[in-house]
């Protein structure tokens, strides 16, 4: 069962373009929101992360949107650079106290931002 | 200010030997959480240890692999017996502490290809 769901798989735009990825989730206990950036040979870096209590959170060109009552959170990348071509993912937390703490992530977006 | 690291980068091992990846977390952090990464797949939730204890190792095939974080030295992910379907990405990440652990810092990954 995939709790974190992701679309697009890929995506391409022109730069200065904004590209919009969606995810939806199912888990009404995730609390914790955030989104890495994954470049081709790296691990994932954090991106920018969001928690419910709030709709919408911005930071430099990316900007998370969150939907609690319809459970989905996009990331929108505003004036999008060659340089922000990479794999995004979405990914959400329920804090537990002691369980099972790791992030569950959604499948990945392939972005590639044209010149 | 070294990041999480992760050793080797990339392992090929033939099927039936075993595999032997490490990790040392970041300064400061004792927690370690080790993901899986197949082509085009998002990260997968393999298990999470502290200091000597395993907290949640609920995505752990239930044979031939297995977890530890020794007091002395770095996390250890070994899989015995390796067969093809063991190729993939393994990553760790760290936190400093417990709980909403959204802010988790990833290692580059080590490759396991099986032949």
């Known amino acids: 069962q995939q709790q974190v769901k992701q679309s697009p798989q890929s995506l391409i735009v022109q730069k200065g373009g904004i590209p919009i990825i969606n995810c939806a989730y199912e888990n009404t206990a995730f609390d914790y929101f955030p989104w890495y950036q994954q470049f081709p040979g790296k691990g994932p870096a954090l991106l920018i992360a969001?928690?419910?209590?709030?709709s919408e959170k911005k930071e430099g060109r990316f900007t998370i949107s969150f939907n609690k009552s319809a459970k989905q959170f996009s990331l929108h990348i505003m004036d999008s650079q060659p340089g922000d071509s990479a794999t995004y993912f979405c990914?959400?937390?329920?804090?537990?106290?002691?369980?099972?703490?790791?992030?569950?992530f959604g499948k990945g977006t392939h972005l590639i931002i044209q010149p | 200010n070294a990041g999480v690291m992760q050793n080797p980068r990339h392992l090929v091992r033939r099927r039936g030997q075993e595999a032997r990846l490490r990790c040392s977390p970041m300064?400061?952090?004792?927690?370690v959480y080790w993901y899986r990464q197949l082509p085009e797949e998002g990260l997968k939730f393999m298990v999470y240890l502290q200091k000597e204890n395993i907290i949640d190792e609920s995505g752990m095939p239930k044979e031939r692999f297995s977890a530890e974080f020794p007091k002395e030295g770095p996390s250890i992910l070994r899989i015995q017996q390796v067969v093809r379907g063991d190729s993939a990405a393994y990553f760790c990440?760290?936190?400093?502490?417990?709980?909403?652990?959204?802010?988790?810092?990833f290692g580059e990954g080590s490759r396991l290809t099986v032949l």
């Open positions: 990440a760290s936190s400093k502490r417990q709980g909403n652990t959204g802010e988790l810092f």
């Open positions: 969001i928690r419910p209590d709030v």
């Open positions: 990914a959400a937390s329920a804090y537990s106290g002691g369980g099972a703490d790791g992030l569950t």
């Open positions: 300064k400061g952090h004792s927690h």
